[in-house]
């Protein structure tokens, strides 16, 4: 979708008001800048009348740093506020011309909002980034990155958001509010000081222009997991009454580990006779604690440790709440954390350690390759408790826990260490590269039997992401084309490129090789149908996987794939390796709107397999963006004319 405004003479008095404003930040030090609490409610719904007396920010410097110019084609403001519940922000854009296509946040109208730990010096591997924008005619709110992993999967529906296009002014206004629990561990009650990073992405008749409130080259690369932002104070008031938030220090922790619960409570006046109770409950576990507090007036900020003792593997709910002088209730909260208890973890150690011993592990090839399945999860587990930041999502170690659980009962039985058919669960193989567990995901269909040969669907995921979320849509997929009868059932897998963003070039190719030699060795695959499916980057590496491999596959598809990979890779361009496509068939599929990977890859690549005589379909999606379309049932219609019966 397209809309332009033009520019109207009304727009130039807030354009003056802007490079006023832009003076005044470029005079301060960015340690200096900040958020004042606000002393009213915002009301999120895009007018922007609760935002009269908050300070505004310009949004008006390069990636590089450099200072932008006002002009009347663009210019971008900004205003922050918060309360004990949610930070707020909104965004002003006067705006030539406005143009909303498929990820608009990243390829322009649009903005990012990042948050980030300061303190680890200008670049910090602790951070949120946030999209905003309008695709089509929704409005999109997402977690784009965290910590360096893109696109996380936290569902952020209680973000609010509101959008509002001023045809008369040209201006685009974003108003929104996040609660702070998405932005755990930070809350300006605990910690007066945060960074900051608004990135606006202008797009203009195709060409996009980007600024930004501080200068940060890698605000959306995947070469770096760093992000830079602005230091700011945020400002507590001194409220009417009564202020109130709680938090715990982790949400996961060692059994023997340190557990704390901190409330903060801003205070008009001093009181007494303030209790704070709290009660913590698992499958196992049942304890609560009651805590007298007195308040002055000022934030005060207690911290309550949980007892210590024998903690039992699982997850806990903690309930929290704090009650006045009268005994009447003023705030409860909850919150989830997971406690590993060490001693289980080692003990899962041992337990392998005997099996490799026993009778079955020798004998059986099966039952020997499936144990890295289970092995790979302890290490994941160790991994995650070691290295992963104090607020990651626990849902990980959950899950873990829960396979761990089905595959020892697999082997207690003398099976393979593999999950049920009719389900998806990662697979783990032991790297000939390198020794390492390589992970990749595996939909088994529920009517898989070991007796018959089955097709095998590869599926190559696109860049800076793994293949988690790859699996379940083209699983989703054929689960559709299966209700309608349009395709034989087949395995499917999607390995984890290594590295995630080398294309599938060096190891990571290779890897993908492994996974099919792997899986073959677990499951009954019939070596003649093996089809090659990639997407973006993943296309790429399903051109080049197949050139190099020709006589592995028996049909390739391509989706919205380049023929070369990012100067900073060392890899093929397609157009050199297609004389060695004879015997393959090829079905490609493009945008020919592609901001991402340009239609002409896949142009130039088709009339290379016209002038060689390969066997190819081609469809171009006019109008579609580089994720923009949905071409799965022409894909399965021509795999049911590939697929040897």
């Given at each position: 979708m397209r809309v332009i405004y033009r520019m109207t003479r009304t727009s130039l008095v807030a354009l003056l008001t802007i490079i006023f404003s832009g003076w005044l930040l470029a005079a301060q030090n960015p340690e200096e800048l900040k958020i004042f609490q606000t002393e009213k409610k915002i009301t999120v719904d895009g007018n922007l009348d609760d935002w009269d007396r908050v300070p505004e920010f310009p949004i008006n410097t390069s990636p590089g740093g450099e200072k932008i110019e006002a002009t009347p084609g663009m210019?971008?403001?900004?205003?922050?506020?918060?309360d004990a519940e949610k930070f707020y922000a909104a965004v002003k854009a006067l705006d030539d011309s406005f143009e909303f296509p498929d990820r608009s946040w990243r390829e322009g109208d649009g903005l990012y909002l990042?948050?980030?730990?300061?303190?680890?010096g200008n670049g910090s591997d602790r951070f949120y980034t946030f999209g905003f924008s309008i695709e089509g005619k929704r409005k999109t709110k997402l977690l784009i990155n965290k910590d360096g992993e893109f696109f996380p999967g936290v569902r952020v529906t209680d973000i609010e958001l509101e959008i509002v296009a001023d045809e008369q002014n040209s201006t685009l206004t974003y108003e929104i509010a996040i609660p702070w629990k998405y932005v755990r561990p930070f809350h300006p009650f605990f910690q007066e000081r945060w960074g900051i990073n608004l990135v606006y992405v202008d797009r203009d008749r195709g060409k996009k222009r980007i600024v930004l409130l501080y200068p940060d080259t890698g605000f959306d690369t995947e070469l770096t997991d760093k992000r830079k932002g602005a230091m700011f104070q945020f400002v507590n008031h001194t409220p009417k009454e009564e202020e109130i938030q709680t938090a715990v220090d982790a949400s996961h922790y060692y059994h023997d580990a340190k557990k704390t619960l901190s409330c903060a409570i801003n205070a008009p006046a001093d009181k007494s006779g303030w209790t704070v109770r709290y009660e913590l409950s698992s499958a196992q576990v049942n304890l609560s604690r009651v805590e007298e507090i007195a308040l002055q007036k000022r934030m005060n900020v207690f911290h309550l440790?949980?007892?210590?003792?024998?903690y039992p593997t699982g997850s806990y709910d903690l309930s929290v709440g704090i009650l006045d002088d009268k005994g009447s209730l003023r705030f409860t909260s909850n919150h989830r954390f997971f406690i590993v208890n060490r001693e289980e973890l080692e003990g899962f150690k041992i337990r392998v350690e005997e099996m490799k011993k026993g009778e079955l592990y020798a004998k059986d090839e099966r039952f020997r390759i499936s144990l890295p399945t289970l092995e790979a999860r302890m290490d994941w587990i160790r991994d995650y408790m070691k290295q992963s930041p104090s607020f990651s999502e626990i849902e990980l170690l959950?899950?873990?826990?829960?396979?761990?659980?089905?595959?020892?009962?697999?082997?207690?039985?003398g099976k393979p260490a593999l999950f049920p058919p009719g389900s998806i669960g990662r697979l783990v193989h032991s790297s000939e590269v390198d020794g390492s567990f390589q992970p990749y995901s595996a939909s088994i269909p529920e009517g898989y039997d070991e007796k018959k040969a089955i097709p095998l669907f590869v599926t190559l995921h696109g860049s800076g992401v793994d293949e988690r979320n790859t699996i379940l849509e083209v699983t989703r997929m054929f689960l559709m084309a299966k209700f309608r009868k349009e395709l034989p059932e087949m395995i499917i897998i999607a390995p984890k490129a290594r590295g995630l963003s080398d294309w599938y070039t060096g190891d990571s190719g290779k890897e993908v090789i492994e996974c099919i030699n792997h899986i073959k060795r677990l499951y009954n695959i019939d070596e003649k149908n093996i089809i090659l499916d990639g997407f973006s980057m993943g296309g790429y590496g399903a051109w080049r996987l197949s050139l190099f491999n020709p006589k592995l596959f028996k049909a390739v598809i391509i989706r919205s794939g380049a023929i070369s990979p990012p100067s900073h890779i060392q890899g093929e361009n397609i157009l050199d390796l297609l004389e060695r496509s004879k015997g393959l068939r090829f079905f490609i599929v493009h945008g020919d709107q592609d901001n991402a990977v340009p239609v002409k890859d896949s142009r130039e690549a088709v009339q290379k397999l016209v002038e060689l005589g390969i066997d190819h379909k081609y469809i171009e999606v006019k109008g579609a963006s580089h994720i923009g379309y949905n071409k799965w049932s022409d894909i399965f219609d021509w795999l049911k004319t590939i697929i040897s019966k």
């Open positions: 210019q971008i403001t900004a205003h922050f506020s918060y990042t948050f980030l730990d300061p303190y680890q440790d949980l007892e210590k003792r024998e959950e899950e873990w826990y829960e396979e761990i659980d089905i595959l020892f009962k697999n082997i207690d039985l």
